[in-house]
């Protein structure tokens, strides 16, 4: 199994930001959503783009996802459907708007959650799914 940095990077990543969820976490627990932020950092990025498993970027990237992992176990494994990215245009009679980029993005990107944060370490994302940017 690919899994990307170690428990100890990763706390160390988290705790200079303030977070000290990683920390608090068991070995297990810590490991188990390092595996699944591996998971969806390896298919979404990593595997796509030919990158290496120790560029800092997805060391990074794996560092940002495990957290959402931890509080949320399956958080990065949830599918759903483009219509479901909306933005609240109204709110005298509530209404949603599919968001451009939903109705754009094609494929199995469109079905998977997304960071800004993660995909900013990346060049970000065009609309058909093509990634810019420098890639480190």
Excluded: C
């Excluded at 428990?7 to 070995?27: F, H, I, Q």
């Excluded at 627990?29 to 990025?45: F, G, H, L, M, V």
């Excluded at 990107?109 to 810019?132: H, K």
Aim: aromatic letters at 10%; hydrophobic letters at 40%; a neutral charge.
């Amino acid at each position: 199994m690919t899994i990307y940095s170690t428990n100890e990077a990763w706390r160390a990543y988290a705790l200079a930001r303030g977070n000290v969820s990683p920390t608090n976490a068991s070995d297990s627990d810590a490991s188990a959503a390092r595996q699944r932020a591996s998971d969806y950092i390896r298919t979404r990025y990593v595997l796509p783009l030919g990158l290496s498993a120790t560029a800092d970027n997805v060391i990074e990237a794996t560092h940002i996802a495990a957290g959402y992992e931890l509080t949320t176990p399956g958080f990065w494994s949830k599918t759903f459907t483009p219509a479901q990215q909306k933005t609240l245009t109204g709110v005298d009679t509530i209404r949603w708007t599919v968001s451009e980029n939903a109705a754009m993005e094609k494929g199995y990107n469109a079905q998977l959650p997304v960071s800004p944060a993660i995909d900013a370490l990346f060049g970000g994302t065009s609309n058909s799914g093509l990634y810019l940017g420098v890639i480190g």
